[in-house]
């Protein structure tokens, strides 16, 4: 029983842990440029020593648990907006801003211009240029972006916007919002990534999908709790009826 307790103890938090997952992707529904994350599971066994080899054992101390996330890179739908300093990504890339904490990636290119007339994103970070270290000056006037990136205000190229792309197994870290951190290496000047302007990402997260899968998770948390109920009922009666005859 001790066994069934813990393996009810161990599905109930990686329930949760992803519920929170899932909860999350929902919040962040209509976040611009936001990847959405998908959970995975594995089997831990909660042995040791020469009692691993017996097969009622492998069964019953087999406890489910919360691998970890992992970011569903897929594209969300690209929306125009008419604004000129609205970007869309069509490929793999990702824009490059100067944080507090750093070099950080995105999707989101919805940008402004500072006060300090240079490009930045909604939350004032620094949109990083071609070089990697500096920003982009855009003079007043009328702005335009080609799909290289390339900066152009009043006639005159003021700049050109970094975009990088990651390998395949690159460990890309979700730091709230649409906002990325990466390994410093990783990144490589962007090849199959081209801009649209005037047009922005939308989520990759599907309304009813995710609820569909918040509900799902949901459903399954509950029924650990019912299950937890159960043996507490049960270490009760044991507590009551049982121990006292002993």
């Known amino acids: 029983m001790d066994s069934g307790f813990y393996a009810a103890c161990a599905g109930l938090r990686a329930q949760s842990q992803a519920l929170e997952v899932a909860a999350h992707n929902l919040a ?15 089997s831990l066994l909660a042995l040791a020593g020469s009692a691993a080899g017996n097969v009622l054992n492998y069964t019953i101390n087999n406890f489910g ?8 890179m897929s594209a969300g739908n690209l929306e125009n907006t008419g604004n000129p300093l609205d ?7 990702f824009f490059v801003v100067k944080t507090d904490r750093g070099t950080r990636y995105t999707r989101d290119g919805s940008f402004r211009v500072s006060r300090a007339g240079q490009l930045t994103t ?3 970070d620094l949109v990083l240029a071609e070089d990697g270290k500096t920003g982009i000056r855009v003079p007043s006037g009328p702005v335009s972006i080609s799909s290289d990136g390339t900066v152009s205000a009043n006639g005159a190229i003021t ?3 970094r975009l990088v792309e990651f390998p395949p197994d690159t460990k890309l ?5 649409a ?25 990759n997260v599907e309304a009813i999908r995710g609820t569909v899968a ?18 507490h009922s049960e270490f009760n009666r044991i507590a009551a009826v049982d121990l006292p005859h002993v």
């Open 214 to 231: 918040l509900i799902g998770v949901q459903r399954q948390a509950e029924m650990m709790q019912r299950v937890l109920s159960m043996f």
């Open 87 to 93: 970007l869309g990504l069509q490929g793999p890339g």
């Open 122 to 124: 909604a939350a004032g």
């Open 159 to 161: 700049g050109r916007i």
């Open 28 to 42: 962040n529904l209509n976040t611009v440029g936001y990847r959405g994350q998908q959970t995975s599971f594995q």
């Open 173 to 177: 870290v979700p730091e709230g919002g």
């Open 179 to 203: 906002l990325l951190a990466a390994p410093d290496s990783s990144p490589r000047p962007a090849k199959k990534t081209s801009l649209q302007q005037g047009a922005l990402e939308s989520s």
């Open 65 to 72: 648990v919360l691998e970890g996330s992992h970011l569903d």
